[in-house]
C-alpha cells in the first residue's frame, strides 16, 4: 500500500517477484552483475558540479528491471491467485526479466548500454556505468548509473586558440 502524507491510502502496489534464490548458476544464469557505480567516478562528478557551478540532474528509472530481453530459457510457477483450471501444474516461460531474477540487472544495463552507444556515447574504460558525449561545439554530457537511478552533468569546455 502506498500512503498519502495524511496516513490514509493513496493506492495499492503489486510486484510480481521471481524466486532467483531457486535458480541455478550454469542451468539458468550464467553470472550475477551488480551495477554500481565505482565511488571515485560519483566524487569526480560532484566536484565537477561544485567547481563549475553546474547543476546535476537525477533520474529515477521506473521498473527498470522489467526491460531486458532474457537470453536464457527461465520458466516460473504461475504465482498463487493467478491459476486458473486449465493452467493448473503449468508454468510461465518468460521472454523479459522480472525483479527477483539474478540476470535482471545485466540484461537491463546491456540494453541501456547498448542504445546509449548508438547515441555517441562512450563508455567509461575504468567505470562501466560512466558514460560521456562530446559535442563538436565542446559541450560534455557525463552520466553515470546507479542500479536504477542516472545522474546526469553538462558541462561547456571552450577551445583553446593555438
Do not use: C
Not at 559541450?139 to 593555438?162: E, H, N, P, W
Request: glycine share 6%; hydrophobic share 40%; no cysteine.
Amino acid at each position: 500500500m502506498k500512503y498519502q502524507s495524511n496516513g490514509s491510502i493513496d493506492q495499492y502496489k503489486a510486484r510480481l517477484l521471481a524466486q532467483g534464490f531457486t535458480q541455478t548458476q550454469g542451468l539458468d544464469y550464467e553470472e550475477t552483475f551488480d551495477l554500481v557505480s565505482k565511488l571515485n567516478s560519483i566524487r569526480i562528478l560532484l566536484s565537477l558540479a561544485v567547481n563549475l557551478d553546474r547543476r546535476l540532474h537525477q533520474l529515477d528509472i521506473k521498473n527498470v528491471f522489467l526491460n531486458g530481453e532474457l537470453e536464457e530459457e527461465i520458466y516460473m510457477r504461475i504465482p498463487p491467485g493467478f491459476e486458473i483450471e486449465s493452467t493448473r501444474g503449468k508454468v510461465w516461460k518468460l521472454k523479459k526479466s522480472l525483479y527477483g531474477l539474478k540476470q535482471s540487472p545485466r540484461v537491463w544495463f546491456k540494453r541501456f548500454s547498448d542504445t546509449i552507444i548508438q547515441l555517441e556515447y562512450k563508455q567509461g574504460l575504468s567505470d562501466h556505468t560512466l558514460f560521456t558525449k562530446v559535442e563538436v561545439d565542446g559541450r560534455k554530457t557525463i552520466l553515470i548509473v546507479y542500479v536504477d537511478d542516472i545522474i546526469i552533468i553538462g558541462i561547456m569546455f571552450r577551445k583553446l586558440r593555438s
